[in-house]
Structure formats: structure tokens, C-alpha cells
């Protein structure tokens, strides 16, 4: 039986710390992403991710991000990306060549998220335009966002921010200057947004 060849590539981030590693197939269904901020949240229950656990055995990581086709680490200080870069693309092209699980069997259908027909059509546009205009944006800097709550009263939009987009320098001018900014156009209602546990 032939095995599909692997192919990886790099792209830094706006964040220095960070470096996306893509694959030439999907990892995770459209629309999930799972950020491990350390090698115990990749054991978790529900969200166990062997490749994440056996990534953090480089002592340099600091996070790992799956998303879409891509993996996304972050470092500590001290290393610089050009003396590891090497190691960790060799790892993941022979973890992928032996057909290494990526997650648990669980993992994928406890995250997979049902659209909840009693949400308002307010959250369905916030939803729509973070999906359609900003997803795709913050992905090719190897991170993800994704909508957390929305409050009526003071329109005020919480977003999670994972992978690159945590601890980015850059994050919060984003986050004000392109998303806030986007949304309160777009979206009646919207004031603020916020990001949610950064």
C-alpha cells in the first residue's frame, strides 16, 4: 500500500516565540483548534492529543497549538528557531510517515460543536463575520480565535485567542485596531471586544 508523501513548511508568526509548521493535509475538522499550554492539558481528558504530549518533550516548548493543516509551537527565550527548526520538522515527518495518532478517538467528537438554533441573530453574525473575514487571517499567523460570548446589554464581544495570537506582542493592537473595528462595523450591537482568558 503506497503511503501519501509528507511535505512541511514553515512560516514565522507575528510573534517571535512562535512558529507555524504546516502540512500538506488536514489535521483537525474545519472550524476546531486545540491550544495545550503545557504537556499535562495534552493528557487532559476529552482533549488528549498524543502528538502535542510528545511534542512537549523538546524542553524548549512552551505551547502547542493544532489547528486546520498546521501546528503551531511556541518557545521560550532562550532558544533561537534556527537550532532547533531542523529537529522538530524531522520529528514531525516521522511521526506522520509511521501514521501517528494526532488526538484521542474522543478527542475530535467531544470538541465538535453543534450549532444551537436558539442562539440570536446578533451571536450568528458575530459567529459569521469571525469565521468568514477573521479565521482565516489569524490561521495564517498559526494562531485561531474563536467567539466565547457575546452580552447584549453592553455589547460586548469575548473572543479566545490560542496558539501564535497567545502572549503575541501584536495581539492586542489586532484584537482592537483590526477586530474590534470590523465587527462594530459589521455587526449592530457590537461596542467591544474583549479577548477572554489572555
Known sequence: MLKRPIFIYTELSPNP?????????????????????SQSAALEEGRVSPLAADLFQFPFVQRVFVASNFVTLSKDDETQWEDVLRDVKSFLKIYFEEEQPVFDDATIS???????????????????VLDQYVRPAVESDGGAINFHSFDEQDGKVKVMLQGSCSGCPSATLTLKAGIENLLTRMVPGVKE??????
Not at 23 to 34: A, K, R
Not at 110 to 128: G, L, M, R
Open 17 to 37: 516565540n512562535s512558529m507555524k509548521f504546516v502540512l500538506n493535509f488536514e489535521l483537525v475538522p474545519d472550524g476546531l483548534s486545540f491550544d495545550y499550554p
Open 110 to 128: 467531544k470538541n465538535t460543536v453543534v450549532v444551537s438554533a436558539d442562539e440570536s441573530e446578533t451571536v450568528q453574525k458575530i459567529k459569521a
Open 193 to 198: 471586544v474583549v479577548a477572554e482568558g489572555v
